[in-house]
């Protein structure tokens, strides 16, 4: 599930919530640690990957999407909500708030991966 950085429920500005390919959380350090000096409950989760694609069906990923902007909700009812999707799960992310941005008060999109000239 996701794991919450713990941070006082009254001090929650926002609530972040990052999504990444299994081991690339760790590329979002900088920005995960900023989020929570600047007053933040940061909530990260790991979609599975192989060969660089999601393994899951966009289905499976909305719905561990859903559960991560939910546990956030729960926890921080009045902070609002950025979703972040790092690198393949971008495109999860960014499905994900295009069918149900209730509850979102932003998407941020990072990591693309460049596929090499000629391929």
Known sequence: MTTPRP???????????????????????RAIEDA???????FTHELPAATGLITETLA?????IADAV???????????VVLVGHGDAGAAV?????LSPEGLAGV??????????GR
Request: aromatic fraction near 4%.
């Open 7 to 29: 941070t006082p429920a009254e001090s929650v500005g926002f609530s972040l919530v990052v999504l990444a390919p299994t081991g690339r959380l760790r590329e979002c350090r």
């Open 36 to 42: 929570t000096r600047r007053g933040g409950a940061v």
């Open 60 to 64: 499976e990923a909305a719905g561990l």
């Open 70 to 80: 939910g546990h956030a909700i729960r926890l921080h009812p009045d902070a609002p």
């Open 94 to 98: 960014t499905t994900f708030a295009e």
């Open 108 to 117: 941020v999109v990072t990591g693309e991966k460049r596929r090499s000239p």
